[in-house]
């Protein structure tokens, strides 16, 4: 079964620095997707960036860009420039490309603050 | 398009009663996904819809669990007999069902059940 880890509960950046958000997987699958979801305080998930396994290319988004690690199952979110507006919890997410199945399976997410 | 609807937003019961959500897709997604998020956690998958099929279901879904989709458009979620360990924030998402097929979620309901 695939899992998908975020070592870091908290982080905390000062505005217009830059933060790494960490997170790691496991599956034996070739095929798949990650999502990195950004969820503010009481509002809804919205999604941050994608990444395809096939693709070699780490995906960016404005000031949201991924370092993705295939072969160490790596997959971080780097923030530059961060903003008050940033402060939110992040969620990383697997989704399977090839088992047939659609669901995300998501880690416990991590908080990230923003001080000014 | 006015994104992923959920209703209600906020639901306190009492144990043993029963609960229904409900929720609106966005009008071309045909793929419906339900999630459970209790606090500190990421959210956990429930079930999936393909039109009005349900496709999937994971082993958090007891019998006390059911969910619909008729006719492919909105999805309620019911639970019986609820009971505390019930209590969490119930989410929906939907998705066009062509690749990469991102998913949209709404704002979720929170049930609390006293």
């Known amino acids: 079964a695939q899992t998908v880890t975020q070592s870091q509960p908290e982080m905390s950046v000062q505005e217009a620095e830059t933060v790494t958000l960490s997170c790691t997987y496991d599956t034996s699958e070739s095929d798949y997707y990650l999502f990195w979801y950004k969820q503010p305080p009481s509002r809804q998930m919205i999604l941050v960036i994608r990444q395809e396994a096939y693709k070699q290319q780490n995906a960016t988004e404005n000031r949201f860009s991924v370092n993705f690690q295939k072969a160490a199952k790596s997959f971080s979110l780097k923030i530059s420039d961060s903003q008050l507006g940033d402060a939110a919890m992040y969620f990383c997410?697997?989704?399977?490309?090839?088992?047939?199945?659609?669901?995300?399976?998501f880690g416990t997410g991590t908080r990230l603050k923003v001080l000014a | 398009d006015t994104g992923v609807s959920q209703d209600p937003r906020h639901k306190i019961t009492k144990r043993g009663q029963n609960v229904t959500f409900r929720c609106d897709p966005i009008s071309e997604h045909n793929r419906l996904y339900w999630y459970r998020q209790t606090l500190g956690q990421g959210p956990e998958f429930l079930t999936y819809?393909?039109?009005?099929?349900?496709?999937?279901k994971s082993r958090l879904l007891s019998d006390r669990f059911s969910a619909e989709r008729p006719k492919g458009s909105f999805s309620t979620l019911e639970i019986q007999r609820t009971e505390q360990g019930d209590s969490a924030m119930y989410l929906c998402?939907?998705?066009?069902?062509?690749?990469?097929?991102?998913?949209?979620f709404g704002p979720g309901t929170r049930l609390t059940v006293t």
């Open positions: 819809f393909q039109n009005e099929a349900q496709l999937e």
């Open positions: 998402a939907s998705s066009l069902g062509q690749a990469p097929d991102e998913q949209y």
């Open positions: 997410a697997y989704r399977s490309a090839t088992s047939g199945t659609y669901k995300y399976i």
